[in-house]
């Protein structure tokens, strides 16, 4: 089955998940692994898709990976900026600032193995940025008061 995508003002987007605990999520992961690749779509969470549940798609350097009940495990103090886009927003770039390396724990797609892998750099970001929406945040929660009300006055955000 293939999801609508949901649009920036989806209330669904400003929920947190629900941790997985043993739910078919087979149809959901084929979904969101189908909308991912490396030049377009760097990651996906589920409630993109609308569904509530704790699981993103990501494109690493290392390859795509599905990780169930992501979690930061730590941060680095040291933090950079970056131009982000979204599925969800409208040709809308914004610059944020997030930790340079992160320490996540996962579970795999069938849940049978748990994941704790360091992450630095450009992944980072990638996996920040879709644990963000997990936790019903999204990257213009993440940007100066005036960009927010600047993009908000566009009808972007
Ligand atoms: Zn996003």
């Known amino acids: 089955m293939r999801r609508e995508l949901v649009h920036f003002s989806d209330p ?3 929920t947190p998940t629900w941790h997985v605990t043993g739910e078919d999520i087979k149809d959901l992961v084929e ?5 991912v690749d490396v030049r377009r779509c760097v990651g996906i969470a589920a409630n993109q898709l609308g569904s509530n ?3 993103c798609v990501v494109a690493l350097s290392s390859g795509i990976e599905v990780m169930v009940n992501p979690a930061i495990v730590s941060a680095s103090e040291e933090t950079e900026p970056a131009d982000e886009g979204c599925l969800s927003f409208d ?3 914004v610059t944020v600032y997030r930790p340079v390396s ?3 724990r996962w ?3 069938k849940q049978e193995a748990m994941h704790e892998q360091t992450f ?6 990638v996996v920040q940025h879709e644990i963000d929406h997990l936790d019903g945040v999204v990257m213009t929660d993440r940007v100066s008061r005036s960009v927010r009300r600047r993009l908000q006055a566009q009808g972007k955000a």
């Open 12 to 14: 669904i987007l400003r």
């Open 31 to 35: 979904d969101m692994r189908g909308r």
């Open 53 to 55: 549940l704790r699981v």
């Open 91 to 93: 040709k809308v770039q």
């Open 102 to 104: 992160v320490t996540v």
């Open 107 to 109: 579970e795999d797609e």
């Open 120 to 125: 630095t750099g450009f992944d980072a970001r």
